[in-house]
């Protein structure tokens, strides 16, 4: 079974700009989750996308968002980026229900100079 | 809310070492529990897990038990090798009646072996 495949692996922005994080589940996965990794702060939760739907969301800005489409993939967005969101953005993907584990992407490095 | 408080880091052994990394948490209802393990420049793998009390996961060598009486679940391994050098997370997720797929993270804990 493929794992989850993140796109692209590196990316470098500017402040101001915008930037678009792809996700793809393992196959028959409805879940996914995103998070935010850095050595200051650890993995903070961003949102889970169930079925196409938000379902759980943390306490990011509304800068940050994203979508879920049918097949399951997922994409984040970042507006109007800061230096501050410099991180390892992973994604993960699950059945959905609570007592299973998420299974993790390799991770988008973002770097905002 | 429900959240997980690991040891820090960094730890550094001697190949063949004892490991524990101590966790405990603090939840309202019955989580389950995990533990990852993430390597330099990849994402979280899912190394064990237990759903109830007194469950214990194990996985290449290492085993956690979920005590509830204690709120813990510490990461145990007999004897470390070189290649078990890395970053590891506890974690828990609430159980399937809650609905949601929130896991909460520990901040890691880096583990060194040295040869």
């Known amino acids: 079974k493929a794992g989850v495949t993140q796109t692209p692996r590196y990316l470098i922005k500017t402040r101001g700009q915008q930037v678009t994080l792809s996700c793809s589940p393992i196959?028959?996965?409805?879940?996914v989750s995103w998070y935010q990794q850095t050595p200051g702060q650890g993995l903070q939760f961003l949102f889970e996308y169930f079925s196409e739907t938000q379902r759980n969301k943390g306490n990011f800005p509304g800068r940050f968002s994203g979508r879920q489409f049918s097949n399951s993939r997922s994409e984040m967005n970042v507006s109007t980026l800061e230096l501050g969101d410099s991180a390892l953005y992973l994604c993960?993907?699950?059945?959905?229900?609570?007592?299973?584990?998420?299974?993790f992407g390799d991770g988008t490095r973002l770097s905002i100079l | 809310g429900d959240s997980v408080t690991q040891m820090e880091g960094p730890v550094t052994l001697s190949e063949e070492a004892f490991l524990t990394i101590n966790c405990t948490y603090t939840a309202t209802g019955y989580p389950s529990l995990f533990w990852y393990v993430q390597y330099p420049g990849e994402g979280l793998q899912l190394l064990l897990k237990a759903t109830k009390a007194d469950d214990k996961g194990s996985n290449k060598g290492f085993e956690a038990t979920y005590r509830k009486e204690t709120t813990s679940f510490h990461l145990e391994k007999g004897s470390v090798q070189v290649s078990d050098s890395a970053v590891y997370f506890c974690?828990?997720?609430?159980?399937?009646?809650?609905?949601?797929?929130?896991?909460?993270f520990g901040a890691g804990t880096r583990l060194t072996v040295k040869p």
């Open positions: 974690a828990l997720s609430d159980p399937p009646s809650y609905n949601n797929n929130d896991m909460r």
């Open positions: 993960a993907s699950s059945d959905g229900t609570g007592n299973q584990p998420q299974h």
């Open positions: 196959s028959g996965h409805r879940s």
